[in-house]
């Protein structure tokens, strides 16, 4: 036997009031009367906030044994209300980008917006503070004959400010990325939503992550805030491998670098990265950097970089330098250093007049913005913008020459779906000087600038690289894509202007080992014919541990 269900019927004083009434949609079928008439309560709410203040149940009478009907009088509509409030309690900035009528006593507002605001208007109240506070209107009357008025009250509630911050699951994260990068301290004004917004950028550090959403304990005296992280293998070991045919012995050539990059071992944030590099013009580089985010607790960061460059038996140049950052958010940093560059001409006889003993001291300005994807393994950084430039004066034999020299990089990738992606590239270096030595000036090209040619084989006074690719990924471990590079460079010594370009494809694999990468590229000049053994293969192997 099915239960009987109680019908309900809502009309108004006339038909244009009972128009209203049904277009607020209210439910018409129950299961019991306590249910019906909880309905028409609800009903009698809604007309208020459409400015029925004065809406009265007439009757609620039984039609027959599943059938109610009542009967509402709207009375007449109200579309203002003045809201008095205390401007010891409420910001009058906060209310201003409410209502475009503020006074030193009361705002003015629609009454159909009325709700929102009272929750726009909390919401602030618990963000300063006072997560218990909670608003309601008082003394609701009416003003005139089209607008009411009523008063603005906040319950008392003690404002609290955070006292403790415990981690837990990674108890050693560094102290003062609480403080510094998250922005979250002690003493300051507890607000919940402001700790869940900056705890989001965790996913911008390599070596932590969260593992839930913050929680907080609230207790008479005290507000303690937890937060649930855990540490992440962030340590990174590149290889590289690369190899092409020697144009002039048509023998095959190899060269290849190790990029090993530890980061918080120490758990102080700090990251420590040691580059070996050797290529087949019998060019080798040793590169060293350290890097101490927040030293002594406070905002600044140090980094220290030698880097040892030797040309055959021509030249070596020795680079030192030290910075001072300041992490201006959680993607954001910039910094001031000094940078210290000596080269030595290691040649007996002195064969070439831009090959000299020199030394440089130059005073540089850089910034860098990196926006992580941590939720794509195979390409977790989305976007970077960096740039370094540095002004001061070489000295050799006994001359002293004002320089100024540059670099900058920066990528894009392009989501067009989860599948499809377009990657762009530019990045370049140049020195702005009167006269030019050969072992001052800057090399490029191979894997990490114009694809298709021998690493740093090709020298400039000026250069600008464009790495485009297209990727394909045929799931989260596998994409295949295609190149193109072009790049532009001058040379003052040997007056060269030219544009290159390389084309090629290749894949990537995210194995145990780590993301195996395979590029095969040919690289050209402008009026130079495609030739299949000019043809570059790129292999590298990148892992975390």
Known sequence: MNAQ???LIIKGSDSLETIVIDSLNYKKKFSDFKSLKSEIESLHLKLQKLGYIENKLISNAK??????????????????????????????????????KVTTEYFITTILKT??????????????GQPFASLKLVNLKKKDDTNIQAELIISEDKKRSIDNIIVKGYENFPKSYLKHFLKIRNKDAFSLNYIKDKTEALNSLPFASQIKPPEILFTKDSTTVYLYLEKTKSNNFDG??????????????????????????????????????????EQKTFEVN???????????????????????????TVNQSANLFYQINDKQKIGLGIEGIQSNNLLDDNLTETIQDYNSVFYNLNYEYIKIQKYNLLFPINFVFAFRIGLGNRNFESTSEKQMLFNFNTFKIF????????YLRINGAGINSDNFLTNELVRFGGIKSIRGFEENSLIASLYSVLNTEYRYQLNNNIYIHTIFDATYFENEITKTKEKLFAFGLGFGINT???????????????NQKFKLSDSKIHLSLSTIF
Request: hydrophobic share 35%; proline share 1%; net charge neutral.
């Open 5 to 7: 269900h109680l019908n």
């Open 63 to 100: 039609k027959n044994d599943s059938i109610y009907v009542a009967k509402f009088s709207l009375n007449k509509k109200y579309y203002t209300i003045y809201i008095y409030y205390d401007k010891n309690l409420f910001s009058k900035e906060i209310l201003e980008s409410i209502s475009d």
């Open 115 to 128: 709700e929102d605001i009272l929750n726009y208007i909390n919401s602030k109240i618990v963000d300063d």
């Open 240 to 281: 590289f491998l690369g190899f092409g045919t020697n144009e002039t012995t048509n023998k095959i050539e190899f060269d290849g670098y190790l990029n090993l990059n530890l980061i918080n071992n120490l758990n102080y944030g700090e990251s420590f990265n040691l580059v070996y590099k050797s290529d087949e013009n």
């Open 290 to 316: 350290f890097n101490l985010p927040y030293i002594f607790g406070s905002a600044i960061g140090t980094e220290f970089a030698l880097n040892i460059f030797k040309k055959d038996s021509t030249f070596t």
């Open 415 to 422: 989501n067009l779906n989860t599948k499809n992606s377009i």
């Open 512 to 526: 145990k080992a780590g993301l195996l990468k395979f590029n095969y590229a040919n690289g050209k000049s402008k």
